[in-house]
């Protein structure tokens, strides 16, 4: 005869431990790639809101405040939506972009911004080169300015190259209480 508590099938078997990591790291798979899913598509929307806002030119030159503009050149309102869409994630930046075409050389246009950016005080940072890029940032105080030269890619360009603009002041640090 057999106690009434006792299981016919035998003692229970203990469950590995293994199982256990395997649903953990399940769900943390699962908990990644849904936060990945919610900021691109928060991302996204942003970019769809920035771009559908209207663009004042006069506004934009005016964010950028005293920065020279190299001239020949030509205000480029899709690649300064573009830039716009960048700046807008980084709220805390004080961040001003502007894009602008010329059928003059990168090197020319990073070098006339060396020569006006050092007479102002700026100190030159960085630069590089690619195939397909030319950068130069330059820093006074906690002001930077970078100058990025590429090919022109927008259809309603007519000029050879695009260069953007990109004014960033750091915020003022808060004091204390």
Do not use: H
Request: hydrophobic share 35%.
């Amino acid at each position: 005869m057999t106690p009434s508590n006792a299981s016919p099938s035998g003692p229970k078997k203990p469950r590995s431990p293994w199982m256990w990591v395997g649903l953990g790291c399940g769900v943390t798979i699962l908990l990644t790639f849904g936060g990945c899913v919610a900021f691109l598509g928060f991302v996204g929307n942003r970019a769809v809101q920035e771009v559908s806002k209207p663009l004042d030119q006069k506004e934009v030159l005016d964010k950028l405040g005293d920065t020279p503009i190299y001239q020949p050149s030509t205000f480029n309102e899709m690649m300064t939506k573009g830039a716009r869409i960048g700046s807008s994630l980084f709220p805390g930046e004080m961040v001003s972009a502007a894009a602008f075409d010329t059928s003059d050389e990168p090197t020319q246009v990073i070098d006339w911004y060396q020569s006006q950016l050092q007479a102002s005080g700026y100190k030159k940072i960085q630069s590089n080169s690619n195939n397909q890029i030319t950068q130069a940032g330059f820093q006074k105080g906690s002001e930077n300015i970078i100058v990025q030269v590429q090919e022109a890619t927008t259809a309603t360009s007519s000029q050879k190259y695009t260069f953007l603009l990109m004014r960033m002041k750091a915020p003022a640090a808060k004091a204390s209480p």
